[in-house]
């Protein structure tokens, strides 16, 4: 954050209520981020913990909300006031995509949690569910994982309303997070100014918390939950088996320029990707902020990741697939002796090729679901 308040780095906390879910809820919600900040300065009071309510309208809004929409306006918000942390509040039901029913939201990528007060009771005993679910989320924002019981025990898991203090250990980790968010940021120390090379800028002010993110959320495991982009690139790569034309290029083509297109192919495979999923655009009206080309840069790292992964199975498969093969069939389609050496260059030309015509059949995944898939850490 830019200042300090007596000496103590401040942590703001942004409330984002809709529009039209009436008066009871921005209440609510105003005597919720109270009774948060306070809890947190209990527990935390080497930070000057502050609290900002807003009221915004959502274009699509009605008897359920889309997650996405509401973080992509908390986003908004957070940075346009420079938040830390952004909880959007509605009274209607989310969306839920994984669960019949979800309270909220976190995605520690952007630093923004949606919740729902539409199962919650009213009175007291409502509002003590509320501030229990927005405890929950902002601890999940700082990265603290979820248990059976303590503060961090999910709403959905037996139905007290005590408010149980964050253990130690749970303390002693938000701490440490909480210390680099209250570090002067890129673009307050260039008063809103973002450059040509302010992504650049963004990675080398922490590589390691970068990679950390990235191995978070293993994307090596991307090829195995995006199924539209992994079933084209296998059903392309069988298929080039039946072409002898391809078995000529891929046994004959030159290992450099083999390197080079594999490589090439992956850089194209995981632009194409990132672009066609339109990953830049959940803050586009923004302006520059060293989270969001943080989260962009995080994105990008994973889906080569992924993609590169992607071309390893591929090409582990044709090459299995190749030796299985009758030897002297193929020894007659391409005039080449197929040793091991061939098979590889085949297995990697396959391989490069499948890659490509998965990254189109990611694009053929729906943006809600690919978005949703890297944005939400879980629904709870």
Same mark, same amino acid.
């Given at each position: 954050?830019?200042?300090?308040?007596?000496?103590?780095?401040?942590?703001?906390?942004?409330?984002?209520?809709?529009?039209?879910?009436?008066?009871?809820?921005?209440?609510?919600?105003?005597?919720?981020?109270?009774?948060?900040?306070?809890?947190?300065?209990?527990?935390?009071?080497?930070?000057?913990?502050?609290?900002?309510?807003?009221?915004?309208?959502?274009?699509?809004?009605?008897?359920?909300?889309?997650?996405?929409?509401?973080?992509?306006?908390?986003?908004?918000?957070?940075?346009?006031?420079?938040?830390?942390?952004?909880?959007?509040?509605?009274?209607?039901?989310?969306?839920?995509?994984?669960?019949?029913?979800?309270?909220?939201?976190?995605?520690?990528?952007?630093?923004?949690?949606?919740?729902?007060?539409?199962?919650?009771?009213?009175?007291?005993?409502?509002?003590?569910?509320?501030?229990?679910?927005?405890?929950?989320?902002?601890?999940?924002?700082?990265?603290?994982?979820?248990?059976?019981?303590?503060?961090?025990?999910?709403?959905?898991?037996?139905?007290?309303?005590?408010?149980?203090?964050?253990?130690?250990?749970?303390?002693?980790?938000?701490?440490?997070?909480?210390?680099?968010?209250?570090?002067?940021?890129?673009?307050?120390?260039?008063?809103?100014?973002?450059?040509?090379?302010?992504?650049?800028?963004?990675?080398?002010?922490?590589?390691?918390?970068?990679?950390?993110?990235?191995?978070?959320?293993?994307?090596?495991?991307?090829? *195995?939950?995006?199924?539209?982009? !992994?079933?084209?690139? &296998?059903?392309?790569? /069988?298929?080039?088996? @039946?072409? +002898? #034309?391809?078995?000529?290029?891929?046994?004959?083509?030159?290992?450099?320029?083999?390197?080079?297109?594999?490589?090439?192919?992956?850089?194209?495979?995981?632009?194409?990707?990132?672009?066609?999923?339109?990953?830049?655009?959940?803050?586009?009206?923004?302006?520059?902020?060293?989270?969001?080309?943080?989260?962009?840069?995080?994105?990008?790292?994973?889906?080569?990741?992924?993609?590169?992964?992607?071309?390893?199975?591929?090409?582990?498969?044709?090459?299995?697939?190749?030796?299985?093969?009758?030897?002297?069939?193929?020894?007659?389609?391409?005039?080449?002796?197929?040793?091991?050496?061939?098979?590889?260059? *085949?297995?990697?030309?396959?391989? !490069?090729?499948?890659? &490509?015509?998965?990254? /189109?059949?990611?694009? @053929?995944? +729906? #943006?809600?679901?690919?978005?949703?898939?890297?944005?939400?850490?879980?629904?709870?």
């Amino acid at each position: 954050m830019q200042s300090q308040t007596s000496g103590r780095p401040p942590i703001q906390i942004g409330w984002v209520v809709l529009e039209g879910d009436g008066s009871r809820t921005r209440e609510r919600v105003e005597e919720v981020a109270g009774l948060l900040r306070a809890g947190m300065e209990e527990q935390l009071p080497e930070f000057a913990w502050q609290s900002a309510v807003v009221e915004r309208r959502l274009a699509r809004q009605g008897a359920q909300i889309d997650p996405l929409d509401l973080l992509e306006l908390g986003v908004q918000e957070k940075i346009g006031h420079h938040w830390d942390f952004a909880l959007v509040v509605t009274a209607s039901d989310l969306l839920a995509r994984e669960r019949p029913f979800t309270y909220g939201v976190p995605s520690s990528a952007l630093e923004t949690a949606v919740l729902s007060s539409a199962r919650c009771e009213d009175g007291e005993t409502g509002t003590t569910r509320v501030l229990q679910l927005a405890r929950f989320l902002f601890a999940s924002l700082l990265g603290l994982p979820a248990g059976q019981d303590g503060a961090m025990r999910p709403p959905e898991i037996g139905q007290n309303t005590e408010l149980v203090p964050f253990s130690q250990a749970q303390v002693t980790a938000m701490r440490e997070r909480l210390a680099d968010v209250g570090d002067e940021r890129l673009e307050e120390r260039h008063d809103g100014r973002g450059g040509r090379f302010f992504k650049l800028k963004t990675l080398a002010a922490d590589p390691r918390g970068i990679l950390r993110d990235v191995i978070g959320y293993t994307p090596w495991k991307q090829p *195995f939950h995006l199924d539209k982009l !992994t079933a084209a690139a &296998l059903l392309s790569s /069988l298929l080039m088996f @039946l072409g +002898a #034309e391809v078995w000529e290029l891929g046994v004959g083509i030159d290992p450099v320029t083999l390197a080079a297109g594999t490589f090439g192919t992956v850089i194209a495979a995981t632009w194409f990707l990132f672009s066609g999923q339109h990953l830049s655009e959940l803050a586009r009206d923004a302006g520059p902020s060293e989270q969001i080309a943080r989260t962009e840069l995080v994105l990008w790292i994973c889906l080569f990741t992924g993609m590169v992964t992607l071309w390893l199975l591929l090409g582990a498969a044709a090459f299995t697939l190749a030796t299985l093969l009758p030897r002297d069939v193929v020894e007659g389609w391409t005039g080449a002796t197929l040793d091991p050496a061939a098979r590889l260059s *085949f297995a990697a030309f396959v391989s !490069t090729l499948g890659t &490509l015509a998965g990254a /189109l059949g990611g694009n @053929l995944e +729906a #943006e809600d679901t690919f978005k949703a898939q890297f944005f939400f850490d879980e629904e709870v």
